[in-house]
């Protein structure tokens, strides 16, 4: 879905055209979808910017929060002492920079700049993504030379990975470890 923004003042107002899959809240934040890794919300009451996972929390997940912060930090969007973790597990927050001037708008800045960021990270997601379809259609669907048809494989006295006569069960052997 596409945002139109204006930024700048009456005289150098112009039109800024965002494509983002966003979504506002019922208390007005806005929710923007369009990672592969994490959700990022604008909470414009709290003036704060917060990244939450979007599957389960991993190295994935916060490599890109913290390239999230890194970014809007290196850009003045948000007060680098107030990056911290959040209230909800795995989540990242950070309060935003309130402009000098009444004329500019820190949420819209932080639209264009969070816009530039998903921009910036699109290639690697869809990277990935499409490397797991990859490896999902190669288990699925193998090639002639990766399988073998219904019994085309030839009979031996020992096959598999099951020997006969160990036994398998975690207490089997726990007789030796009692003193």
């Known amino acids: 879905m596409a945002i139109t923004i204006r930024v700048g003042d009456k005289a150098n107002r112009k039109l800024v055209t965002l494509e ?3 979504r506002k809240s019922l208390d007005g ?3 923007i979808l369009d990672h592969g890794d994490i959700d990022i919300i604008l909470s414009l009451n709290e003036s704060k910017i917060i990244a939450f996972p979007k599957e389960i929390a991993s190295d994935y997940v916060y490599g890109a929060q913290n390239r999230l912060f890194t970014f809007l930090r290196k850009r003045g969007i948000v007060i680098p002492e107030s990056i911290k973790a959040g209230s909800f597990y795995g989540s990242f927050e950070a309060k935003m920079q309130t402009p000098k001037d009444e004329k500019t708008s820190a949420a819209k800045l ?3 700049n969070i816009s530039n ?3 910036e990270e ?3 997601f869809e990277a990935m993504e499409a490397y797991v379809a990859i490896t999902d259609d190669e288990l699925t669907n193998p090639d002639k030379e990766d399988s073998t048809e219904l019994g085309e494989v030839p009979q031996a006295v020992k096959q598999g990975s ?3 006569g160990f036994v398998r069960d975690p207490y089997a052997m726990n007789y030796l470890y009692t003193l």
Request: no cysteine; hydrophobic share 55%; net charge positive.
């Open 20 to 22: 983002m899959n966003v």
């Open 117 to 119: 960021f998903i921009t």
């Open 122 to 124: 699109r290639p690697y």
């Open 162 to 164: 099951i020997r006969k």
């Open 29 to 31: 934040s806005l929710m």
């Open 110 to 112: 932080a639209l264009v």
